[in-house]
Nanobody, 123 residues
Framework: QVQVVESGGGLVQAGGSLRLTCAAS????????MAWFRQAPGKEREFVALITWSRGSTTYADSVKGRFTISRDNARNTVDLQMNSLEPEDTAVYYC????????????????WGQGTQVTVSS
């Protein structure tokens, strides 16, 4: 059974940092792309960042470029999202997702999803 589980959310002041972790299990993800999305209240789910499991190639949304870093640990089967210089606009539920072979910015293209973890940035 495939499982994708996020952890690491919480409450932080503007300018602070948080590190989210996504643990994937139940199959080989070597040919998969792992991504982080987020969804704020009343808004659509939006792309944040992605990484290819095999090569570690990364892509970021413009809104987080230079502040967030996505990385993977093949040995632990985890994908991290380091978030620095957080802003109140980053407040959302953050989701980890996986899809085979190629990356996509569209949530509907992803096969496996975690339950999400809340990130709240106070001003």
């Amino acid at each position: 059974q495939v499982q994708v589980v996020e952890s690491g959310g919480g409450l932080v002041q503007a300018g602070g940092s948080l590190r989210l972790t996504c643990a994937a299990s139940g199959r080989s993800f070597s040919n998969y792309v792992m991504a982080w999305f987020r969804q704020a209240p009343g808004k659509e789910r939006e792309f944040v960042a992605l990484i290819t499991w095999s090569r570690g190639s990364t892509t970021y949304a413009d809104s987080v470029k230079g502040r967030f870093t996505i990385s993977r640990d093949n040995a632990r089967n985890t994908v991290d999202l380091q978030m620095n210089s957080l802003e109140p606009e980053d407040t959302a539920v953050y989701y980890c997702a996986a899809r085979p072979f190629s990356g996509s910015y569209r949530p509907q293209d992803y096969v496996y999803w975690g339950q999400g973890t809340q990130v709240t940035v106070s001003s």
